[in-house]
């Protein structure tokens, strides 16, 4: 069974990081495309970075130079380091995984809250 546990959020001011992780069990880790999606309040969830299985990133431009995703094969994780992070950043964090080309797999974690605020 495929499950995501993400971690991490909290309640940072304006201009602070965070680190989230996300444990991923249930797959063979190593061969998928890892990524953090994120939903707002009223908001539809959005795709905010990947990650390859060979490590080519790509993210979302409002997050561009700010959030950097990386991944631990051996300790099945994917990880989300956020800096500089705005008050637009404020949203439920999730991550997911996917084969290749294919959508992205059915289940989904409870995510982690991160909300920026002074």
């Known amino acids: 069974q495929v499950q995501f546990v993400e971690s991490g959020g909290g309640l940072v001011q304006p201009g602070g990081s965070l680190r989230l992780s996300c444990a991923a069990s249930?797959?063979?880790?190593?061969?998928?495309?890892m990524g953090w999606f994120r939903q707002a309040p009223g908001k539809q969830r959005e795709l905010v970075a990947t990650i390859s299985l060979g490590g080519s990133t790509n993210y979302a431009d409002s997050v561009k130079g700010r959030f950097t995703i990386s991944r631990d094969n051996a300790k099945n994780r994917v990880y989300l380091q956020m800096n500089s992070l705005k008050p637009e950043d404020t949203a439920v964090y999730y991550c997911n995984a996917r084969l290749g080309s294919s959508d992205y797999l059915s289940s989904w974690g409870q995510g982690t809250q991160v909300t920026v605020s002074s």
């Open positions: 249930g797959i063979i880790f190593s061969v998928y495309v």
